[in-house]
């Protein structure tokens, strides 16, 4: 029986974090993290690309030399937006990161470099079936292996607010409840955009708003001052999430999830915002909804990028 080899890659502005998994599971110490070289021309970007693939790939057939004719080999990027999944094309503009390839389809460049990368250091690879798909789409897919018959919506919050909607372990994008695609950054929110309130930028215009950024200058050294007992600091979570629960509502209610998901860097911060979020969604119409949180965002994110190659 042929083994599923996945090489995955979750892309970011400043990290390139990849590891390779065998029919599903983590390979031992092929978890490893690059610089994105984000801002460098488009031959660096493609040839960087194409030696992450290279090195997994040979870190693979290092450690399974018995694994060399009964593999089927893929290639999963968790790619952040905006950018055509489907096609491969990177969309990034205007952001400071990837505006070399923007426009570019990657399918078709880095099957062009295939043979032996255009800068001739790298060796050959196998075809290779080659899928992206959004960071916090394949973080859901990821957490719906752990509950495979549940409906619910996943949030990542972090730079950005990003989303996706499931049905047992199925990505949602129309329905009930669902915005187009199931992206909730581009729905308007006060005077601006979701992802404008509910992320780093959102939480720090509130603190600023309070008075009290000069004394916390991140997320994280304002976590430090509510939990130390600043009311001011608290009264700026409790407000986020407060407003995140009224973003969510009329999304809950038509697409009554079983429970909300969250991850990334904010996340971390649930203790302090979670109440204000559960307290807005439970006096509603969804008095059983939960919210749990992920520690391991980037497992969850790589088990989604292999389950893109399985039937879920």
Known sequence: MSRNIVLALDVGGTFIKTCVL?????LQGSEMEFPALA?????????????????????YQHQRRDAVTDC?????????????????????????KFEAIYGLNLLHAFRERWPAGSSGKAGPLPDMD?????DARLFALGV??????????????????????????????SGPGIPPNGWLYDQPYLDGRADDLFSRRGILKLAREAGILETATDVKELAHEARQGNASARGVFAE????????LQPYVDGYRPDFIMLGGQISKSHDLFGPALLNRLQSSSSPALTVRTAEHVLAYTFRGIARMFSEV
């Open 130 to 134: 080659i899928r992206f798909e959004n």
């Open 144 to 173: 719906s292996a752990e509950f495979p018959r549940a409906r619910f919506i996943a949030l990542t919050l972090g730079t950005g607010l990003g989303s996706a909607f499931i049905d047992s372990s199925r990505i949602m994008e």
């Open 22 to 26: 065998e029919d599903g599971l983590p």
């Open 39 to 59: 801002d460098r021309d488009r031959e660096t970007i493609l040839d960087h690309f194409i030696s992450i693939f290279q090195a997994q790939y040979d870190l």
């Open 72 to 96: 089927l080999y893929h290639i999963g990027m968790a790619f952040p937006g905006p950018f055509d999944y489907r096609q491969g094309i990177c969309l990034i503009q205007g952001l400071g």
């Open 240 to 247: 986020f999430g407060a407003r995140l629960g009224e973003l």
